[in-house]
């Protein structure tokens, strides 16, 4: 249920090494590209989402896109263990400003074949949209606020 720049690729590595994967993470929709769709779709309805077509393949999953539904993907698989991957805020900050802010942010040249447009709308919609909506990430006290909240209501909402 951790952000994507919280050790996600390195947890996602682990979980597939011990038995629990193969485990979903960002990397995962790019490989899929049908999976843009589906995830633009969970994120109009998130209510109405079924989990079972992109995950069909999977046993797990961390970062975004998955991270941003963990309430959802929970009602509809209440036996699955959450883990919350955590990061000093300030690191989390720089480190994600400087990959994936400024990653979606370069609509023009190279990124263009990296981030179709496809790709970019659901990066916007389940990332940004979804909990930055409100300010601008450049506002690093907005972005603290939401970083927190959202790890406050993961501890909160998941049983321990």
């Not at 989390?92 to 790709?119: C, D, E, F, H, M």
């Amino acid at each position: 249920a951790g952000f994507g720049r919280t050790g996600t690729l390195s947890l996602q590595e682990a979980l597939n090494e011990i038995g629990v994967g193969p485990c979903y993470h960002m990397v995962e929709a790019f490989k899929n590209k049908g999976h843009f769709d589906l995830w633009s779709e969970v994120a109009k309805e998130p209510e109405k989402a079924d989990f079972s077509t992109i995950f069909a393949d999977y046993q797990s999953t961390v970062d975004f896109p998955g991270c941003s539904f963990y309430k959802e993907i929970f009602q509809q698989y209440p036996d699955a263990k959450v883990v919350l991957s955590t990061r000093d805020f300030d690191s989390w900050y720089q480190s994600a400003l400087n990959t994936i802010y400024a990653a979606n942010r370069v609509v023009w040249g190279p990124a263009k074949l990296i981030l179709p447009s496809k790709g970019h709308n659901m990066v916007n919609a389940t990332v940004w949209d979804k909990f930055f909506k409100d300010g601008s990430f450049l506002d690093k006290d907005f972005v603290r606020k939401k970083y927190l909240e959202h790890y406050e209501e993961v501890k909160a909402t998941i049983p321990e």
